[in-house]
């Protein structure tokens, strides 16, 4: 079957402006996680959702960072005023569920704020 | 100093050769991945392991929680294992599932 896909693989905005970025679980999973990787860094943790509901969002960085996943599937992380710190490659995984399951990744949507 | 980390940051070797590859946490955890990134982003993941060892082909994980260590092995390299290999920890907090990632280390096997 399909796994993790995200949309727009690339994202190239200017400082101050509104991005969405859309991450479309394997069908069936329940848990999904957004992570973020500035170059020459590994992955880090923004939030992660149980369902619908955020379980975990202290990664998140500030307020300017939103993630919704209003019926449970797709998930939109969404970042307002950019600011160009944003600029990194941002990651979607989905498993299972929560508790003890592989992560599976998504491609990634690189995000480039000018 | 980071939760995770791993060493070496680089490792270029030969065709055929035995590779390890490190791992050290400092908090306690339930489980750690490790899991490969090519060039142009695509993460897969390779393990997740608790205790012991694991086995996949050519590519051998394991982890000694005493010693909060993990090493991944790869037997007769080849220039494809060429990549980013990351270990991942997740803590040990119920309902506490997110990773906390290590830098990587940038593996370069030469034909």
């Known amino acids: 079957g399909a796994g993790v896909s995200q949309t727009p693989s690339n994202k190239v905005t200017e400082k101050g402006k509104y991005v969405e970025l859309r991450c479309d679980p394997i069908?069936?999973?329940?848990?999904l996680y957004w992570y973020r990787q500035s170059l020459g860094q590994g992955p880090e943790f923004l939030i992660y959702f149980q369902g619908t509901g955020a379980a975990d969002d202290s990664g998140l960085p500030n307020d300017r960072f939103f993630a919704v996943r209003p019926e449970g599937s797709v998930s939109t992380l969404k970042i307002q005023r950019t600011e160009r710190g944003d600029s990194a490659v941002y990651l979607c995984?989905?498993?299972?569920?929560?508790?003890?399951?592989?992560?599976?990744f998504g491609p990634g949507t690189r995000l480039l704020v000018l | 100093k980071n939760e995770v980390e791993q060493s070496p940051q680089n490792l270029t070797a030969q065709e055929g050769e035995f590779i390890t590859i490190n791992c050290s946490y400092s908090v306690g955890i339930s489980a750690l991945h490790w899991l490969q990134q090519h060039p142009g982003g695509g993460i897969v993941s390779l393990f997740m392991l608790s205790s012991g060892k694991k086995k996949h082909g050519r590519l051998i994980a394991t982890i000694n929680i005493q010693e909060k260590h993990s090493s991944l092995h790869i037997t007769a390299s080849h220039p494809r294992d060429s990549a980013v290999y990351i270990c991942a920890a997740k803590g040990t907090n119920f309902g506490n599932e997110k990773l906390t990632f290590g830098t990587g280390t940038r593996l370069t096997i030469i034909p």
């Open positions: 069908s069936g999973h329940t848990a």
């Open positions: 995984a989905s498993s299972k569920q929560a508790s003890g399951e592989t992560q599976y």
